[in-house]
C-alpha cells in the first residue's frame, strides 16, 4: 500500500510545508508498514526539483502539467487526487493545512468514504487502532482523535515535523491529466501574495502594529526583516487602516502562522491576533506598553520605543 501527498507550490518552487508532509508521510510509513510514498505534483517543475522530493522522503512523484491546472480549481484538483487513490492501491491522503487543502481534503474524504482529520500535530499513534493529536481551539488546548476505516486524509500543521534531507531521489513519471476529470468551475480573479518570502513557509515573521504610526514607518519592519530572512506581517487594525495588503494581516481572521521565530512590533496582543501567532516556537513582543497583553503570551519582550530598539536591533543583526 502507498501513501499519497497532495503537493503544493508556489510559482516553480514547491512549498517547504508539503516537503514537511512529505517527510510526515515517510515516518507514518515506518510505524504503518506503507512502502511507498508517492508526492502528487500539479503544475510546471522541473525534472530537478520532482526528483529532488525524494530528499524528504518521496519514492514516487506523479506529476501533471497542463495550463488548466494554473486556477488551483478545487473540484479538479480534488477528481485528481480521487483518480490517483483508485488506480495506485493509496491507503492514506496526506496535505499541508492551507485554505486551500482544507477544501480539497474535504471533498477528496467525502467522495472515497474516508475519515479526516485537520491541523495534526504529531506522527499517528497505531498502539491501538490509529489516532492522531491536532491542534483546538485556536493552538490552545490538544485533543486526540481515533480514526476507523480503511481510507484516511490526514491534514498536517506546519512546522509539525523535522524536514528531511536524505540522499536519494524520487522517481519522476509525468503523466497526462485524466479524461474524466471536470473543469467545470471558472476562477474570475484572484490576488496573489507578494513578497520574497510567503507567511505561509516562513520560518521567522517580523509584524508590525499600530504602534508604527503610519505606513511611512514600514520601512524599518521591511529592513528587520530582511536582515533575518523573514517575512513581514501586521495585525488586523493595520491592514483595516489600509497600511499593508490584507495578505499579511495575521491572526485569527487572517493568516495563522507557525514559524520558529515570531516578532511582534507595536502589537499590543489581542486575542484574535495571538490566536494566529501561537503555534510560534518562539514569541518575541517589542513595545513601549509595558502591561500589553503581548508580553504576558512572549517567551522573550523588549520594553522600548521600537522607533529605538529595531534599527539597533537590525544593526545588531547586520552584523553577525
Known sequence: MS???????????????????????????????????????????SNEELENLGKNGASRVINMSDEKLNNNQIGAFSDIIENIVQSRSVSLILMTKSSFSDNVGARVAGKIGASIVSNITSLPDTSSGFSVRKSIFTGKAFATVSMSGEMKVLIIKRNTIELLERDAKAI?????????????????????????????????????????????????????????GAATGCSKPVSDLGWRPHHE?????????????????????????????????????????????????????IIGDAFEVVPRLTKKVKSL
Open 249 to 301: 494581516h495575521v491572526g485569527q481572521t487572517g493568516v495563522k502562522v507557525s514559524p520558529n521565530l515570531y516578532i511582534a512590533i507595536g502589537i499590543s496582543g489581542a486575542i484574535q491576533h495571538l490566536a494566529g501567532v501561537n503555534s510560534s516556537k518562539v514569541l518575541v513582543a517589542i513595545n513601549k506598553d509595558e502591561d500589553a497583553p503581548f508580553f504576558k503570551a512572549a517567551d522573550y519582550g
Open 3 to 45: 501513501i499519497l501527498v497532495f503537493v503544493e507550490g508556489s510559482g516553480s518552487e514547491i512549498k517547504k510545508s508539503s516537503k514537511e508532509a512529505i517527510t510526515y508521510a515517510f515516518e507514518t510509513g515506518k510505524i504503518t508498514g506503507e512502502n511507498e510514498v508517492i508526492a502528487l505534483v500539479l503544475g510546471n517543475y
Open 172 to 228: 519522476v513519471e509525468r503523466i497526462p491529466i485524466p479524461n474524466n476529470i471536470s473543469f467545470a468551475e471558472i476562477i474570475t480573479g484572484d490576488e496573489k501574495a507578494e513578497g520574497d518570502i510567503l507567511l505561509d513557509d516562513a520560518e521567522i515573521v517580523v509584524s508590525g502594529g499600530r504602534g508604527l504610526k503610519g505606513p511611512e514607518n514600514w520601512g524599518m519592519i521591511e529592513d528587520l526583516a530582511k536582515a533575518l
